[in-house]
């Protein structure tokens, strides 16, 4: 990213997305810019689907899984007041 837009890599951060792909072969084709991971998992929550944002885990579930992740890099990123 920093080598295509020409930017000094010292001042890129990441912002990221939670997508609604629950596997890689869910994924169409892959985004422009940034990188889609894949097997992250959670620790004492979960990833509440229908709202979007992380909840209270399952009783008895200690770990569960998050979708497909889109990290975009982005030069001098400030997250939205709301999103943290």
């Given at each position: 990213h920093a080598?295509?837009?020409?930017?000094?890599i010292d001042t890129l951060s990441f912002g990221f997305h939670v997508t609604q792909h629950e596997c890689p072969a869910?994924?169409?084709e892959a985004p422009e810019?940034?990188?889609l991971v894949d097997g992250l998992w959670v620790?004492?929550?979960?990833?509440?689907?229908a709202y979007g944002c992380l909840d209270e885990s399952e009783p008895g579930i200690m770990f569960?899984?998050?979708p497909v992740i889109h990290f975009m890099p982005v030069a001098d990123y400030e997250p939205p007041?709301?999103?943290?």
């Open positions: 080598r295509k837009y020409a930017l000094p869910d994924v169409d810019d940034g990188i620790d004492s929550a979960r990833w509440d689907r569960a899984p998050m007041p709301g999103q943290y």
